[in-house]
């Protein structure tokens, strides 16, 4: 997904699951994934483009596992050649697009990336229906240090911590449409409201009010 945005001073950038790689000041970086709030400090006129893989998606276009990228920021030549990132540069500073750029290098690299792993997707998709990832190795025949170990690779974290992160994500969305906390903390299966705003705190830094608010 590509998305735009301004500097707006100090910013807590949630974890999603995701990975993402920005083009800002004419410089690619990578975002790996991150395990808490991520704070950043911009002034009001920088501009940024980025594109954001979905969970498991990133390491196949960054060409390494996520583990090494976990809670990091990193310049994209510290993984890629530097002549590939002085291609793909060179494109984004003569685009009148840059975001439209980034994607289609993005589905160039891709299909030469080879299959992406089912395993990754399956974690992924029980996670984003909010079930227990307690019995995913089981189904997929593999043993729980096997599927931690893909999903290190893929997520940069284990299956029940992606699990946390797009769980509190889910709570957030309700709590911001106006569901009521203890409602949502039941919806998305925290044991309770206190579980939630433990979860929250934890993950965010922040609490779940201060977040609404």
Known sequence: MVWTGAG???????????????????????????????????????????????????PRFFGVPAEPLRDQ????????P????KRLTAALVDSPNPGLALEEAAVARLADAGSADPVLGEVARVAARGEPVAATALRLG?????????????????AKQLHRIVRMNRALDLARAG?????????VGYADQAHLSRDVRALAGVSVRGLIR
């Open 82 to 85: 530097a002549a590939h990132v």
């Open 142 to 158: 593999l043993s729980e240090r096997q599927l931690h170990r893909r999903c290190l690779v893929g997520f940069g974290y284990g």
């Open 73 to 80: 920021r990193v310049p994209l030549d510290a993984v890629w």
């Open 8 to 58: 707006r001073g100090s910013v807590r950038v949630l974890p999603d699951g995701c990975m993402d790689v920005l083009w800002h000041d004419d410089t690619l970086t990578i975002a790996g994934p991150d395990t808490v709030a991520h704070l950043t400090d911009d002034s009001p006129d920088s501009r940024y483009t980025g594109l954001r893989f979905a969970p498991g998606l990133g």
């Open 179 to 187: 569901v009521p906390l203890a409602a949502t903390a039941t919806q």
